[in-house]
T-cell receptor
């Protein structure tokens, strides 16, 4: 059982480049989310999805796009990378959301640097 | 809007000593409260959560936390720390009225001295 798998683990981009961070889960979880983690600021919610075809914005959505075409996958797209997007990105999944009795499962993160 | 404050950025504790990590939240109604732990290079793992009922909550790895409504606090404790407890700890708050989302504190990094 792989849990939540994020790829790549590390990435360096130049300003203005685009890329997609991949997130896949094999637990048939309906709820998936993306966070970014910056020093001293904890995790901040970027986007989340309560099921295939449904997405919504979190606390810091600007500069990021998401889609949810399948239950398993929830990719995060940076259309034009900016240095302010240098961060560690975490994907998480759970049955019905972080406030359910079932815990969220986190991936190991993608460390992204924008030069 | 809900918010979470973890006043201590770093804490150093000797192995075998007790540990207490502070967490204060701001929210009008009864919140859902969580503590997560993050080991280096890894994602977050849930230690414990409070939804309702008994205000003293037991979690994994020997941790417990106490919800004190009057102080808007949810402090995490462990009676005797092991070297493997060195990690970063995050408090988080959620509320259904505020959407199915969590707000995290800035984290407390715990260093364990031999």
């Amino acid at each position: 059982n792989a849990g939540v798998t994020q790829t790549p683990k590390f990435q360096v981009l130049k300003t203005g480049q685009s890329m997609t961070l991949q997130c896949a889960q094999d637990m048939n979880h309906e709820y998936m989310s993306w966070y970014r983690q910056d020093p001293g600021m904890g995790l901040r919610l970027i986007h989340y999805s309560v099921g295939a075809g449904i997405t919504d914005q979190g606390e810091v959505p600007n500069g990021y796009n998401v889609s949810r075409s399948t239950t398993e996958d929830f990719p995060l797209r940076l259309l034009s990378a900016a240095p302010s997007q240098t961060s560690v990105y975490f994907c998480a999944s759970s049955t019905t959301g972080p406030l359910s009795n079932q815990p969220q499962h986190f991936g190991d993160g993608t460390r992204l640097s924008i030069l | 809007a809900q918010s979470v404050t973890q006043p201590d950025i770093h804490i150093t504790v000797s192995e075998g000593a007790s540990l207490e990590l502070r967490c204060n939240y701001s929210y009008g109604a009864t919140p859902y409260l969580f503590w997560y732990v993050q080991s280096p290079g890894q994602g977050l793992q849930l230690l414990l959560k409070y939804f309702s009922g008994d205000t003293l909550v037991q979690g994994i790895k020997g941790f417990e936390a106490e919800f004190k409504r009057s102080q808007s606090s949810f402090n995490l404790r462990k009676p005797s720390v092991h070297w493997s407890d060195a990690a970063e700890y995050f408090c988080a708050v959620g509320a259904r009225a505020a959407g199915n989302k969590l707000t995290f504190g800035g984290g407390t990094r715990v260093l364990v001295k031999p």
